[in-house]
C-alpha cells in the first residue's frame, strides 16, 4: 500500500540534488541534504508522512541510525507519540537487544534498548532511504524481539529498481519520493 501518489510529491523531489558517480563511478547519489535545508520542503515532508500515520494510534516512531534520526523526532512530535533510537553498537548505555545483518560486503549490526518497547505497542519505523532492505529487516526483527506491533515502514526516498519493497508484502510500506533508475 502506498498513498504518496495522493500527496504531489514532485515539488520535494525538485529540491533533492542528484550527485553522479558517488560514492563511487556508475551510482546516481539523491542528496537529500538540500530538501533539509529547505524550511518549507522539510515541513511537507514530515507533514505528508504524519498525515499517513495520523489516525493509525502510533505509540513509537522508531528511527534507525543515523538519518532516521533526521526524520524520526519531528514525525514522532506530530503523531504524539515517543521517539525511539536505533542505533550501532555499543551507543547506548543501558541494556540492549541486538541484531547482525548481511550487507552488501560484510555485516553490521543494530541494538535497541531492552526497555524501548512493551509488548503490543503500535510502532512506526522510519529510515531516510529504502534501497534493498536490509537494514530495515534488522530493525523488524529487533521490534519483534520486544513485542511491539509494526504499523508502518516509512521512507521519504525509496529506489524503486532495487525492489527492497518487495521484502516486505506484510507491512505497510510508505515511501514519499521514489525514483526508477
Known amino acids: 500500500m502506498n498513498d504518496s501518489k495522493q ?3 514532485e515539488p520535494l523531489k ?4 542528484t550527485v553522479p558517480n558517488f560514492p563511487k563511478p556508475g551510482i546516481l547519489f ?4 538540500t530538501l533539509l535545508k529547505d524550511k518549507t520542503g522539510f515541513a511537507q515532508l514530515i507533514d505528508a508522512l504524519a498525515q499517513h500515520y495520523i ?4 505509540d513509537l516512531v522508531l528511527g534507525i541510525e543515523a538519518r532516521g534520526f533526521i526524520f524520526g523526532p519531528a514525525l514522532a512530535y506530530r503523531l504524539n507519540a515517543g521517539f525511539v533510537p536505533v542505533r550501532k553498537p555499543k551507543k547506548l548505555p543501558s541494556k540492549t537487544a541486538s ?3 548481511d ?8 541494538e535497541i534498548h531492552l526497555d524501548a518497547i512493551k509488548p503490543g505497542q503500535r510502532v512506526v519505523l522510519v529510515d531516510d532511504l529504502l534501497a534493498t532492505g536490509g537494514t530495515m529487516q534488522a530493525t523488524i526483527q529487533l521490534v519483534k524481539q520486544l513485542g511491539g506491533e509494526i504499523a508502518g515502514l516509512a521512507f521519504a526516498v ?3 529498481f532495487l525492489k ?4 516486505f508484502p506484510e507491512y505497510d510500506v510508505f515511501s514519499l519520493l521514489h525514483y526508477d533508475d
Open 55 to 58: 489516525d493509525k494510534k502510533i
Open 99 to 101: 541484531v547482525s545483518y
Open 30 to 33: 539523491y542528496d537529500i541534504t
Open 7 to 9: 500527496i504531489d510529491c
Open 14 to 17: 525538485q529540491l533533492v540534488r
Open 103 to 110: 550487507l552488501e560486503y560484510g555485516t553490521d549490526t543494530l
Open 164 to 167: 527492497g519493497r518487495a521484502k
Open 158 to 160: 525509496e529506489l524503486d
